[in-house]
DNA sequence: GTCAATCATCATGTATACAAGATTGATGTT
DNA sequence: AACATCAATCTTGTATACATGATGATTGAC
């Protein structure tokens, strides 16, 4: 009744594609073969070519024009600035949600941090809840088309916070930084979140990004 | 030799479609009928869907499934928040640009400068290089990334400051606004430069959303 | 034996054809 | 006279056909 969902196959099929890239099904580099995909899916090309150019579009992945698409690959250069950029966006939701978040939104992110909490020893568990805190800082901050924002950009960079979330003794720390976080959130020091969240993000880039400048050497492509 | 720019049709339907948007010769909420748009480039459907999709996804036409794309029409409160992150984005990038501006580039900005001083007297020359002046802050961030954000935000919001551009003193202030700017730049003070900076564009995004508020009485669609 | 050039093959880009849902106008009813 | 229902038309969504440039293999020359 509300939403008739009609969708588009290209609307299927660009969610589907882009859940492959972002899980890490589909690698940075490889060739997204049009006819190939059209097959696989059992539709034509049409609609395949719908969602390839709206990926591109968002980046995700990469048309060289007569050439074909190929699942885009960031070096490790651009990676550091789309960090440097996510720091800088995630400590502004924080810095506006401290001003405006209401009680049921900071029950929210509470309840999340929580769900951190009980998953500490599940890297992969953790990792979920840990999207789902810092999406409702988002929310948080009042500032919709910020939220957008931030979560596309968390979306861009998934695949590679995947590559390293097993590193030791990650979880424990990022788990102390939320409650930091939560706690400034709570007395309402915008500066204060802004700041944490900042370094929460920014050391992550530090750290993805050399971890990929390893990586680089050897898919190179 | 370089790009031999094969250009498919579809990225230069892309480019001419986002410029009359951009320009305003496509208002928003105005209708965008493949059929006619094919007509008028002389092209079949194909290749205006591609481009109708690639808009779609950038966010400058919205396009609801079998009812067709119009240009998409931002509300007063979206525009706000847009303006509000792109003061964000902007401060970010003139923090950066503090610290890591060269000499080249702190040259280019004063170019840019200069030449917002010589079209003072023209809102419409004083615009474009109005635009010069901040895309050199961009670039100055040594943030490939973050300077993409910012030109596509500006892009973006683009049309909504053609409305106000004629605001009686505002080339004044802006210009003074902007030299400000270059001076703080210029000796390194980062955190003032931010300041600035926010300043310098939140002041019209709240103007706009004031001005858009309006609007959206009118042509309500 | 290696390299280069040419040709065959294939993938992409565009056009056209077909299917299906949405909009609009007309007609009939209350 | 106003409203609802139905049909005709139009537009979008998808499939298929065709054109053109890229890739790669084969053949010939050095």
């Known amino acids: 009744m509300f939403d008739a969902a009609p969708t588009p196959i290209s609307r299927k099929l660009r969610a589907a594609i882009e859940d492959e890239i972002v899980a890490g099904a589909l690698l940075p580099g490889e060739r997204l073969d049009e006819t190939a995909l059209a097959a696989r899916f059992a539709v034509s090309r049409t609609p395949v070519r719908e969602a390839l150019n709206q990926l591109a579009t968002s980046g995700l992945v990469e048309i060289r024009p007569r050439r074909g698409a190929i699942v885009a690959s960031l070096t490790p250069e651009r990676l550091y600035e789309m960090f440097e950029v996510m720091a800088e966006l995630e400590a502004m939701a924080g810095r506006l949600a401290a001003r405006r978040v209401s009680a049921a939104e900071i029950e929210a992110l509470a309840d999340a941090h929580a ?28 500032n919709a088309f910020l939220a957008e924002q931030c979560r596309a950009l968390q979306r861009r960079l998934r695949p590679y916070r995947r590559l390293q979330l097993r590193v030791r003794g990650r979880l424990a720390t990022s788990f102390a930084e939320h409650e930091a976080i939560v706690a400034a959130i709570r007395t309402g020091e915008g500066e204060q979140v802004a700041e944490l969240l900042r370094a929460h993000i920014r050391v992550q880039g530090e750290r993805f990004s050399d971890l990929v400048a390893g990586l680089a050497r050897l898919g190179a492509a």
Chains 1, 2 share one sequence.
Do not use: M, P, V
């Not at 769900?115 to 568990?125: E, L, T, V």
């Open 115 to 142: 769900a951190c909490g009980a998953n500490r020893d599940d890297s992969d568990r953790y990792y979920a809840a840990n999207e789902t805190f810092h999406q409702a800082i988002y929310a948080a901050s009042g």
